[in-house]
T-cell receptor, first 115, second 117 residues
Framework: AQTVTQSQPEMSVQEAETVTLSCTYD???????LFWYKQPPSRQMILVIR??????QNATENRFSVNFQKAAKSFSLKISDSQLGDTAMYFC????????????FGQGTRLTINP | EAGVAQSPRYKIIEKRQSVAFWCNPI?????LYWYQQILGQGPKLLIQ????????DSQLPKDRFSAERLKGVDSTLKIQPAKLEDSAVYLC???????????????FGPGTRLLVL
């Protein structure tokens, strides 16, 4: 079974700073997908960024980028030039490439951006 | 494009009562998921449908939980009888379900917050 671990329950940074959220996972699969989802307070969960394990290039989406280290089973999220609207719970999630397409989530990191 | 709709948004019940949640996925999405998110934890999959068939219900407590998606569109999740530990947010998500669904983005609804007293 796959497990996802987020070791930082809470983080807090000042607006415009850069912040990195950590995620490690455990799997015996070779092909899979990794995701970061954002859940703002009282709002629905939305996808931030997606990484395909068979691609060595790290995914980027505007101010969001990942550092994917397959051998170390590490998948961190970097948010550059943080904004107040980035305040949310962030969940790292794993999905196998084959079989049922369920997401296995970590426990989440509560990120607060301070003005 | 309308997102995933869920109702009700909030529900408070006594233990041993029954409750039902409804989900309408994004139009055309073949795959529908129900997740349970207990406070302070990440969501956990309860059941996955592909059209009107069950793909994965391995973590659904079948002695008290049931779900259906009869016409392959909207879905209902029921709990009967409810226990205190069922207090959680129940999230519905959908994805297109093309190409076997590998790596597809899942689109989440706003969730139903259940409190069992």
């Amino acid at each position: 079974a796959q497990t996802v671990t987020q070791s930082q329950p809470e983080m807090s940074v000042q607006e415009a700073e850069t912040v990195t959220l950590s995620c490690t996972y455990d799997t015996s699969e070779n092909n899979y997908y990794l995701f970061w989802y954002k859940q703002p307070p009282s709002r629905q969960m939305i996808l931030v960024i997606r990484q395909e394990a068979y691609k060595q290039q790290n995914a980027t989406e505007n101010r969001f980028s990942v550092n994917f280290q397959k051998a170390a089973k590490s998948f961190s999220l970097k948010i550059s030039d943080s904004q107040l609207g980035d305040t949310a719970m962030y969940f790292c999630a794993f999905m196998k490439r084959q079989g049922a397409q369920k997401l296995v989530f970590g426990q989440g990191t509560r990120l607060t951006i301070n003005p | 494009e309308a997102g995933v709709a869920q109702s009700p948004r909030y529900k408070i019940i006594e233990k041993r009562q029954s409750v039902a949640f409804w989900c309408n996925p994004i139009s055309g999405h073949a795959t529908l998921y129900w997740y349970q998110q207990i406070l302070g934890q990440g969501p956990k999959l309860l059941i996955q449908f592909q059209n009107n068939g069950v793909v994965d219900d391995s973590q659904l407590p079948k002695d008290r939980f049931s779900a259906e998606r009869l016409k392959g569109v909207d879905s209902t999740l029921k709990i009967q009888p409810a226990k205190l530990e069922d207090s959680a947010v129940y999230l519905c998500a959908s994805s297109p379900g093309t190409s076997g669904g590998a790596g597809e983005t899942q689109y989440f609804g706003p969730g139903t917050r259940l409190l069992v007293l």
